[in-house]
């Protein structure tokens, strides 16, 4: 029934909550997990001020840069690791880390490699603050078209 789970991971701590269910849901049907670590782009706006002009503006772009090549290689060194010890336990694991808005990147990785089910957390915000930041997982249940195994994470 599934031979391809798809857990996105960003290394938090609601992010680790998911895969136990993900590794007894692999175990049971022999299927392989694949880690997937988006990394988002820098927003702009933040940076507005620093980029306007004059010979700040280049340093900035660089910091940012440099910024961004460190968390593909903290997500690279993180999910290498955890694929190590999901090998471990007998489950044959994939990993990619990528670059874009999370919930576009989870729909497109699950589209273009054949994902069964996603399992992924869901912080549980709620009112002001969800409309405000989105919620990754509401855009993944509405646009996947696949089961999605969501695990309300908890502090």
């Known amino acids: ?3 391809r789970i798809l857990v996105p991971h960003d290394g938090s701590s609601f992010a680790e909550q998911v895969l136990p269910h ?3 849901i692999a175990k049971r049907f022999e299927a392989e997990i694949h880690l997937l670590e988006v990394i988002e782009p820098p927003n702009p706006a ?3 001020s620093d980029l306007e ?3 700040g503006a280049p340093m ?3 910091a940012i840069d440099e910024a961004q090549e460190e968390l593909r290689k903290q997500g690279r060194e993180r999910l290498q690791s ?3 010890s999901l090998g471990e336990q007998g489950i044959k694991t994939v990993w990619t880390v ?3 808005e999370p919930s576009h990147a989870i729909v497109a990785y699950s589209a273009k490699n054949g994902i069964d089910m996603i399992a992924m957390a869901s912080h549980g915000r709620t009112g002001l603050i969800r409309a405000i930041i989105g919620s990754v997982t509401d855009a993944v249940l509405r646009n996947s078209g696949h089961p999605v195994l969501v695990i309300k994470a908890t502090e």
Do not use: K, P, Q, T
Request: proline share 0%.
């Open 1 to 3: 029934m599934y031979s």
């Open 22 to 24: 993900a590794v007894e």
């Open 46 to 48: 933040v940076f507005s």
């Open 53 to 55: 002009g004059g010979a």
């Open 60 to 62: 900035a772009i660089e």
């Open 82 to 84: 955890l694929a190590n």
């Open 98 to 100: 990528m670059d874009g």
